[in-house]
T-cell receptor
Framework: AQSVTQPDIHITVSEGASLELRCNYS??????LFWYVQSPGQGLQLLLK??????LVQGIKGFEAEFKRSQSSFNLRKPSVHWSDAAEYFC???????????FGKGTMLLVSP | NAGVTQTPKFQVLKTGQSMTLQCAQD?????MYWYRQDPGMGLRLIYY???????DKGEVPNGYNVSRLNKREFSLRLESAAPSQTSVYFC??????????FGPGTRLLVL
């Protein structure tokens, strides 16, 4: 069975500092990987996805993620965090031709002034 | 396009009451999903429908039933609500192998 681990429940970053959110997955074949963001009281918005090809994926709002097969990781990064980035971030994994996704438990990002 | 819509936005139930959460999508997607979100638990799949006419259990199906009414609509029913079903419920849709698009959620409180 596939699984996703987000080791950090909360992370606090100063505005303007860089950000890295960790995601580790367990899956037997090549996974499809996603990062979603959820602002308070809102639904989930897709930030970026990895299906195949270049392992460094660019997303919306200046986010990027790198797929590292050897480490079973798909960490999310942003070079300079803005206060509006404060939200909860979810990593998810699916199979090729998938019907369902498995989500991590989320990381809450707090941005300090 | 409205995307994925859910009704109601909020609902308060008493233990033992029943209700149906409605979901509709206008993207002509084949697959639809129901998730619940609880603090510290992420999103957990309740049921999904890979295509019209089919439904399958997800990770946490107990206490729920679903109906894929047509290609656009996928409803979630709680026959006898319990406090453990207090949660935020999200509907999503996708093409098979495609991106999942989420609705705004339904916040349910069971007293």
């Amino acid at each position: 069975a596939q699984s996703v681990t987000q080791p950090d429940i909360h992370i606090t970053v100063s505005e303007g500092a860089s950000l890295e959110l960790r995601c580790n997955y367990s899956y037997g074949a090549t996974p499809y990987l996603f990062w979603y963001v959820q602002s308070p009281g809102q639904g989930l918005q897709l930030l970026l996805k990895y299906f195949s090809g270049d392992t460094l994926v660019q997303g919306i709002k200046g986010f990027e993620a790198e797929f590292k097969r050897s480490q079973s990781s798909f960490n999310l990064r942003k070079p300079s965090v803005h206060w509006s980035d404060a939200a909860e971030y979810f990593c998810a994994v699916g199979a090729k031709g998938y019907s369902t996704l498995t989500f991590g438990k989320g990381t809450m990002l707090l941005v300090s002034p | 396009n409205a995307g994925v819509t859910q009704t109601p936005k909020f609902q308060v139930l008493k233990t033992g009451q029943s209700m149906t959460l409605q979901c509709a999508q206008d993207m002509n997607h084949n697959s639809m999903y129901w998730y619940r979100q609880d603090p510290g638990m992420g999103l957990r799949l309740i049921y999904y429908s890979a295509s019209e006419g089919t439904t399958d259990k997800g990770e946490v199906p107990n206490g729920y039933n679903v109906s894929r009414l047509n290609k656009r609509e996928f409803s979630l029913r709680l026959e006898s609500a319990a406090p453990s079903q207090t949660s935020v419920y999200f509907c999503a849709s996708s093409e098979v192998g495609g991106l999942q698009y989420f609705g705004p959620g339904t916040r349910l409180l069971v007293l």
